[in-house]
């Protein structure tokens, strides 16, 4: 079943098709039903097709219509979503991944995007909600600064899934931050607890966005001859931020490294400490625990057995042998640490 709501699509009777537009070469796009979709992809003007990958009627449409090269067709469609570049002589197919924002989903389970282009059509498909098609949509019809061009559209498309992960990765390195601040105020428990949580969507998201710096390193050493100049440029300044972004994540699993370490070393003092309370607290009663049981003997001859006072002297001797010990302790700085 589609995962496709009806305000996903212009027309919720179109099983599979999110959108379709036309670049007007101005920085807007008219919506393009899909009935005439077949009119206006063999008239090779520049289309935009979004689709969903669930739907069968997409994928006979794929497979039959749209005019994709059959030896790319295995590739758009394949449900391995491990980023890559695939090419057939002017056509150029991308799998990609983007930050996965649906309601109670997890950072690292990134949702994937394919993206066919000729240079004078693109198709999109994606398998679960991904907000960056929306993002440039928006710009094409309510804003009107789109791209005027499918090679624009095909680099603003990459930099924008792209530019999506800056605020994930930042809002990682604040709660890191936090967590530094907080970890003298945190039970051990809590702030490991945190930094396990934090730790593990660091290493999600590296182990999934590290290969697309590979796709996309291996996109601009053989760009498609389709891309302008500045396109060009634009993907290398997207590929080195993805760069940025991986060395970001790579700094906070070290960092997470480091407290680890501080809240081992805050739980090791912690012991210390207590130990060291104990040792104190033995070693006063130690003495006296001796005292207790060389009169605790139950033999003839104890001293004092006779003297009605003998109690009481025993326990005055006993109070001034831990107040001489703590005195002692005191003076030896024993105490004090």
């Known amino acids: 079943m589609s995962d496709v709501s009806s305000s996903d699509q212009q027309d919720p009777n179109v099983d599979g098709l999110l959108f379709a537009c036309k670049l007007n070469g101005h920085g807007g796009a008219e919506t393009i039903a899909w009935d005439r979709l077949a009119e206006a992809i063999d008239a090779s003007e520049p289309v935009w097709v979004h689709l969903d990958q669930n739907s069968p009627t997409v994928r006979n449409w794929i497979m039959e219509q749209s005019g994709i090269a059959p030896a790319l067709i295995a590739a758009f469609l394949a449900d391995e979503t491990r980023p890559r570049v695939t090419r057939s002589r002017n056509e150029t197919v991308v799998i990609l991944r983007g930050i996965n924002t649906n309601p109670e989903a997890d950072l690292e389970d990134m949702v994937a995007i394919r993206i066919w282009c000729d240079g004078q059509r693109i198709i999109s498909l994606r398998h679960r ?57 945190l039970q051990a428990s809590e702030a490991r607890k945190q930094l396990s949580k934090l730790r593990k969507e660091a290493v999600g998201l590296r182990r999934y966005i590290a290969p697309q710096r590979e796709a996309l390193h291996d996109l601009n050493t053989d760009f498609p001859k389709w891309l302008s100049d500045n396109t060009r440029i634009g993907l290398r300044e997207t590929t080195d931020r993805l760069l940025r972004y991986v060395e970001e994540l790579d700094a906070a699993r070290e960092r997470s490294l480091v407290i680890k370490d501080d809240i081992a070393n805050q739980m090791a003092e912690s012991t210390n400490r207590t130990l060291y309370v104990l040792s104190i607290v033995s070693a006063i009663f130690l003495p006296l625990g001796f005292l207790t049981g060389l009169f605790g003997i139950n033999i003839g001859g104890m001293p004092g057995v006779e003297n009605q006072y003998a109690f009481w002297i025993a326990c005055i001797v006993m109070v001034v042998i831990a107040a001489a010990e703590l005195w002692i302790f005191k003076k030896l700085g024993w105490l004090s640490k």
């Not at 907000?131 to 804003?143: H, N, S, V, Y």
């Not at 899934?161 to 809002?171: D, Q, S």
């Open 129 to 185: 909600r991904l907000m960056t098609p929306r993002d440039i949509l928006q710009q094409l019809q309510e804003f009107e600064n789109g791209p005027s061009t499918i090679p624009e559209l095909f680099e603003r498309l990459i930099a924008r899934l792209t530019e999506r992960m800056a605020g994930t990765i930042a809002a990682l390195d604040e709660r890191l931050d936090q967590l530094e601040e907080d970890i003298e105020d």
